[in-house]
Structure formats: structure tokens, C-alpha cells
């Protein structure tokens, strides 16, 4: 099983900070199989990023994707208000397709 | 538009049986896989498996093979998590969500709305 360990655990931001996420992989995996969603609180999950830097369908171009085998990261360029929320990758390279643990970015 | 609605939440008793469901609509059902998801109270998301409703093959998770039992049924476009005895750890917000691709890409896109399951004594 691919562990996926998602650093920080909290990241404490202010509005229009840059935000820079990290997503390493226990072992090789295809940038096409990496994803990246976005949780807010008391909603479903919603797909930021696929194929490790392509943005999903009306997604703003603050968000970017990057990384390639066992390191990935999600950047937001400027944060505003609606971006603060938890941040999860996924993969999709091997069974079970895990996820990480995710990361929260709070408001500083 | 593409969809994924999932059936109500439930309260349960330990040892009890259920099974929730969740609708597709909007897209070729039998051509997608659809995966579910666990969100125990304030954490992260688990994946327990995915079904392609086409010929019902079946993947699961090793945390959660014997634990569950996803099943499809094509006819009305509808895919299943199922338990056959509860335990108060099952307590968790299930989500379903379509395998989506696109060439050698693959996502989880949409999302249904999530299923609150309670099991309390």
C-alpha cells in the first residue's frame, strides 16, 4: 500500500499569503495518478487538481499542481477567504488508491 | 449534468444491518467505476473500495475487505455499501464518488453529498 504523508498538518495563513503544500509518496508514483481536493467544512470533497498540475474544470489559476514521483505539491499563489479549508492528495496508482492525511489552512 | 445522489442518513444500533446507496444520473452508469469513502468524525478520507457497475468487479481496500460489501445494480443505475453487523467504530460519514478518466488520468469526480451513519447503543 502507497502511503501518501501530507506536510504540515496545519498551515496558518493570512488572506493573499502563498500557500505551499506537500504530498510524499512511500514509493514511485505516475503524476498521472495524483490528485488533489479541496474540503470545506460540512461539504463533500472537490476536485482541485488531476494528473499532478492540471486544474479541474473551473478551478481559479491560483491553484497549481507539481511534483513528480514521490514528491508533489499544491501551491495557492494568493489565499482568499473561500480558500481556507483542508487540503487532501490522492493517488490512483496502485490498490488501495490512499489518501493522505490531509492539511488545514487556517486563517492566522 | 453528472450526479452522484446518496440515500439519507441512518441511526443504528450495533449488530444491526445496513445498507446505503447512491444514485447516479446525468452519464453511462455501467461505464465508470464508483468508489466509496469514509470520513470518521474529524478526519480524513479513507478509501474503501471501488465497483464498475458494468460487470460488478469489485476492489477493496484490505482495512475494509470482509468489514463491507459493495454491490451495483445496474438497472436503476445505483451502487451500494452495505454491513451486516454494525459496530459502534463505524460511526462515519460515507461518501461515493465516480472514478472519472481521461486518457492515462484518473480522478474521483463528482462527489455525492455523503451519507451520515450513526451506530449507538
Known amino acids: 500500500e502507497i502511503v501518501l504523508t501530507q506536510s504540515p498538518g496545519t498551515l496558518s495563513l493570512s488572506p493573499g499569503e502563498r500557500a505551499t503544500l506537500s504530498c510524499r509518496a512511500s514509493q514511485s508514483v505516475s503524476s498521472s495518478y495524483l490528485a488533489w481536493y479541496q474540503q470545506k467544512p460540512g461539504q463533500a470533497p472537490r476536485l482541485l487538481i488531476y494528473g499532478a498540475s492540471s486544474r479541474a474544470t473551473g478551478i481559479p489559476d491560483r491553484f497549481s499542481g507539481s511534483g513528480s514521483g514521490t514528491d508533489f505539491t499544491l501551491t495557492i499563489s494568493r489565499l482568499e477567504p473561500e480558500d481556507f479549508a483542508v487540503y487532501y492528495c490522492?493517488?490512483?496508482?496502485?490498490?488501495?488508491?490512499?489518501f493522505g492525511q490531509g492539511t488545514k489552512v487556517e486563517i492566522k | 449534468e453528472v450526479q452522484l445522489v446518496q440515500s439519507g442518513a441512518e441511526v443504528k444500533k450495533p449488530g444491526e444491518s445496513l445498507k446505503i446507496s447512491c444514485k447516479g444520473s446525468?452519464?453511462?452508469?455501467?461505464?465508470?467505476?464508483i468508489g466509496w469513502v469514509r470520513q470518521m468524525p474529524g478526519k480524513g478520507l479513507e478509501w474503501m473500495g471501488i465497483i464498475y457497475p458494468g460487470d460488478s468487479d469489485t476492489r477493496y481496500s484490505p482495512s475494509f475487505q470482509g468489514q463491507v460489501t459493495i454491490s451495483a445494480d445496474k438497472s436503476i443505475s445505483t451502487a451500494y455499501l452495505q454491513w451486516s453487523s454494525l459496530k459502534a467504530s463505524d460511526t462515519a460519514m460515507y461518501y461515493c464518488?465516480?472514478?472519472?478518466?481521461?486518457?492515462?488520468?484518473?480522478?474521483?469526480?463528482?462527489w455525492g453529498q455523503g451519507t451520515l451513519v450513526t451506530v449507538s447503543s
Open positions: 490522492q493517488q490512483y496508482g496502485s490498490s488501495p488508491e490512499t
Open positions: 464518488a465516480r472514478r472519472e478518466y481521461y486518457g492515462d488520468y484518473v480522478w474521483f469526480d463528482p
Open positions: 446525468g452519464y453511462s452508469f455501467t461505464s465508470y467505476w
